[in-house]
């Protein structure tokens, strides 16, 4: 009887020990998943940053790269890229330290900053001669604006001067009517002598006679001249037998008496009209006399009708 107790009493001892031991193994199978699961996590982890370290430095490297950056640019570029790389060159050492890569991985990164620093030193160097390069442009660039501004202003003052000696040639190219002559025509077509007293009852139609001068800086060729017959009363006469129309003098159009055209050729030209007046006769007052050419008033002359 008593030994039937201890028998069960050791097959009781020994459940327990295998129950226990059962529980040790699954608890250790479980720790071992979780820490393994923690590895694959970290490792993974460990992966994005990596990658992400690379992709920035390629980033970097083609940033550098392009050679259309503005001086400016470039400098405000390099030292943006200089606190990056600082700041890569502190992950790669927490990683290192955190067992998320290996001290052969930490070197091949830490070479590829180096390269990188060295890249930045490059185009720092660039930068400083570039700068120099533009300081001597913007030198050159002043010197020759206030050359340029020089020379403007003595082209200014030529042109000037060349202005007013086209104005004074232009004034002098102007023809001149002077030499005034006045005859008076009877209807029979006698002519009275041209020194007679002029009386409003005894003129029957009066012929007018000028000069153009000679000019030596006038363009030669056909000049229309445009005369203008101004009654006492100071409105323009008409004349039945010659053509009617106006001309454009000071932006305005005005009547003429007569239009007559001439070949000047530079030499002094005599020029004869005679006015016939609608009413038959003339009235008394001051008879003016007006010649226009080429938009100027090249001569007059008064005759007074007693």
């Known amino acids: 009887m008593k030994s039937n107790l201890v028998v069960k009493i050791v097959i009781v001892a020994a459940f327990i020990i295998m129950l ?62 200089t606190k990056e790389l600082s700041k890569k060159q502190r992950q790669i050492d927490q990683l290192l330290k955190q067992g998320k890569i290996n001290a052969a991985q930490a070197d091949e990164y830490r070479g590829k900053i180096a390269g990188m620093e060295k890249t930045i030193q490059r185009y720092e160097e660039e930068i400083t ?27 200014d003052h030529l042109a000037m001067e060349k202005d007013i000696l086209q104005g004074k040639v232009n004034v002098a190219a102007i023809l001149k009517a002077a030499n005034f002559r006045y005859t008076n025509v009877k209807n029979s077509g006698k002519e009275s002598d041209a020194e007679e007293e002029f009386k409003a009852g005894r003129l029957d139609n009066l012929k007018v006679q000028f000069s153009i001068l000679e000019n030596a800086v006038a363009s030669e060729g056909s000049k229309n001249l445009f005369i203008q017959i101004l009654k006492p009363d100071g409105t323009i006469a008409r004349d039945s037998k010659a053509g009617t129309g106006t001309f454009t003098f000071e932006e305005r159009e005005l009547p003429y008496t007569f239009s007559q055209q001439i070949n000047y050729d530079r030499t002094a030209q005599k020029v004869t009209v005679v006015y016939h007046p609608d009413s038959k ?26």
């Open 20 to 81: 226990s031991v059962i529980g040790w193994l699954l608890d250790d199978r479980f720790r071992m998943q979780e820490e393994n699961g923690e590895l694959v996590e970290n490792a993974e982890q460990m992966n994005t940053e990596i990658e992400s370290l690379e992709q920035d430095l390629t980033e970097m490297q083609a940033e550098l790269d392009r050679k259309d950056l503005a001086v400016e640019e470039k400098d405000k570029l390099i030292a943006e890229k």
């Open 129 to 155: 001669q570039l700068k120099s390069q533009l300081a001597s442009v913007t030198s050159e660039k002043e010197a020759i604006s206030k050359e340029k501004e020089a020379v403007d202003a003595e082209n």
């Open 281 to 306: 006769k003339f009235e008394k007052g001051n008879l003016k006399i007006k010649i226009y050419c080429e938009g100027f008033l090249i001569g007059e002359s008064a005759l007074k009708i007693k």
